[in-house]
C-alpha cells in the first residue's frame, strides 16, 4: 500500500455499522412497530398506506403541475390535467400492488377503469376548484393553486378509498375489520 494512512482509517463498513449503531435502540423499536402495522392487511393499515401512497402521488402532482404550468408555461387547466392524469395512473397502480395488494386478483387496466372512474368526479371538482380560484384571484400563487387541489383531492381520497375497499373489491373477497 502507498498510502499509510489508509491503514488507519476505518473501512466504509465499519463507519456505517457504527452509524446504524447510533440510532437509539427506542427509535429502531419504534420503526420496526410501525413497519409491522403498515404490514398487515386490515382497514387501519391500508388506509395508513393509501395515505402514504396518496401524499407521494400529490407531491408527483405539484411536481408536474408546477413544472408545466411556470416552466413549459402551460396555463392551469391543461397543466392540471396532465399532472392528473400521471398522478393518478401511478397512484392506481401504487394502490392496487401496495395499498390493496390486489396485483394478482385485479388487472392494471381493471384497476385504471375503476380507480380511473372515481378519479373522473375528483378532476371535475378539482378543476371546478381551480376555476373559481382563478376567476376569484385571477392570478393565484402557484402554491394556493396546489393547495386547493390538495384539499379537494382529500376529500375525494376519502371517498376513493370507500370506493376501492368495499365497493369495487372482488366479489368473495373477505375484507379485514
Known sequence: MTCPSLLRRPAVA??????????????????????????????????????LVGATTTAVYAALFLS??????????PAHLTATA??????NELHRRLTFRAEDRVSW????????GVTVIGLV????ALRWLDAATGTAQPVVQVSVVAMVTAVIGALRFIALRWIFRPHGAATAA
Open 14 to 51: 465499519d463507519l456505517l455499522g457504527e452509524l446504524s449503531g447510533g440510532v437509539p435502540r427506542r427509535m429502531r423499536d419504534a420503526a420496526g412497530r410501525v413497519s409491522a402495522a403498515l404490514r398487515r392487511n386490515d382497514t387501519a393499515a391500508q388506509f395508513a398506506r393509501f395515505l
Open 68 to 77: 408545466l404550468e411556470r416552466l413549459v408555461g402551460l396555463g392551469y387547466l
Open 86 to 91: 400521471a398522478s393518478t395512473a401511478l397512484a
Open 109 to 116: 387496466l381493471a384497476a385504471q377503469w375503476e380507480a380511473g
Open 125 to 128: 371538482a378539482t378543476s371546478t
